[in-house]
């Protein structure tokens, strides 16, 4: 059963901590994303990878981090820089770059204690 | 940058009526444009996309349309249903990524 995977579901993160989503996909995309949904924003763009070993800045990126080292696999690192980190985080993939919809994780709740 | 603007932010329907959402974007050079069904607390899912050489498309109760002279594209459902209450968002693609608009909840009353 092809599909994105996001882990894990909910996740709680104390102040002055880091945080690591994972995201992998068995689709054999080559463009991966990171897009985060916070209520009455829309899908804001965190950081993007056309290819293994390379990616981007996307629109928000300031106290994020991520790492692209297998096709499979793209995970978020949410650092202590980041002041207002709860938020809905999403993860997509897409077979290229350039004019393709996206398949979606089903997400990850990340909540500030 | 590509920008997308959505409207409405909220709309509601009587079951059987019809809901239209229209979106502009700034770039002329998107070619792509998607839209996505986003249930409460679920993953946003395609629902229809249209390319910038095709005008309109239909799939069942969901139509696209799209005007590339105005830069606008609208999402057009008909005889709405109780199970079409969601969040719908639309896209442009631009270059490598697509930029959302901030999306349209919808709902549909029995």
């Known amino acids: 059963d092809g599909g994105i995977t996001q882990s894990p579901k909910y996740l709680f993160r104390k102040e002055g901590q880091n945080v690591t989503l994972s995201c992998e996909q068995n689709?054999?995309?080559?463009?991966m994303y990171w897009y985060r949904q916070d209520p009455g924003q829309g899908l804001r763009l965190i950081y993007y990878s056309q290819i293994v070993n390379d990616f981007q800045k996307g629109d928000i990126a300031e106290g994020y981090s991520v790492s692209r080292e297998k096709k499979e696999s793209f995970p978020l690192t949410v650092t202590s820089a980041q002041k207002n980190p709860t938020a809905f985080y999403l993860c997509?993939?897409?077979?290229?770059?350039?004019?393709?919809?996206?398949?979606f994780g089903s997400g990850t709740r990340l909540t500030v204690v | 940058g590509e920008n997308v603007e959505q409207h409405p932010s909220t709309l509601s329907v009587q079951e059987g009526d019809s809901a239209v959402i229209k979106c502009t974007y700034s770039d002329s050079a998107s070619n792509y444009f998607p839209w996505y069904k986003q249930e409460l607390g679920k993953r946003p899912q395609l629902i229809i996309d249209?390319?910038?050489?095709?005008g309109e498309k239909k799939d069942q109760r969901i139509a696209v349309t799209l005007n590339k002279t105005a830069k606008h594209f609208s999402l057009h459902i008909t005889e709405t249903q109780p199970e079409d209450s969601a969040v719908y968002f639309c896209?442009?693609?631009?270059?490598?990524?697509?930029?959302f608009g901030k999306g349209t909840m919808l709902l549909v009353s029995p």
């Open positions: 249209i390319r910038s050489n095709v």
């Open positions: 689709l054999n995309h080559d463009a």
């Open positions: 997509a993939s897409a077979p290229g770059t350039r004019d393709y919809g996206y398949t």
């Open positions: 896209a442009a693609s631009t270059y490598s990524t697509l930029t």
